[in-house]
């Protein structure tokens, strides 16, 4: 059973930084991709970063620049630094994992909240 669980979501002053994490367990690890998105109140989900098979990223424009996903070495956990916060970021971020064959999973979701 694939389980995704985020943790790092907080509260912090608009310019700050905070690093959410995943923890990837169970499954073979054969995913097409990883995924952070977010979802603000009011708002659809929206994707945030995306970090491929093969390692390629990709962002949402409102993030590039201040936003890094990466993984550590064995795909255990996702990672999303997030530098120069404003207060439009405030959301629950979700982790999300696409596998091969098209099963996909959502973490519980973590709040950030950005004062300014």
Request: hydrophobic share 35%; with cysteine; proline share 2%.
């Amino acid at each position: 059973q694939v389980q995704l669980v985020e943790s790092g979501g907080g509260l912090v002053q608009a310019g700050g930084s905070l690093r959410l994490s995943c923890a990837v367990s169970g499954g073979d690890k054969k995913f097409n991709f990883l995924a952070w998105y977010r979802q603000a109140p009011g708002n659809q989900r929206e994707l945030v970063a995306v970090l491929t098979a093969s390692d390629h990223t990709n962002y949402a424009d409102s993030v590039k620049g201040r936003f890094t996903i990466s993984r550590d070495n064995a795909w255990n956990t996702l990672y999303l630094q997030m530098n120069s916060l404003k207060p439009e970021d405030t959301a629950v971020y979700f982790c999300h994992a696409e596998y091969y064959g098209g099963n996909i999973y959502w973490g519980q979701g973590t709040q950030v909240t950005v004062s300014s």
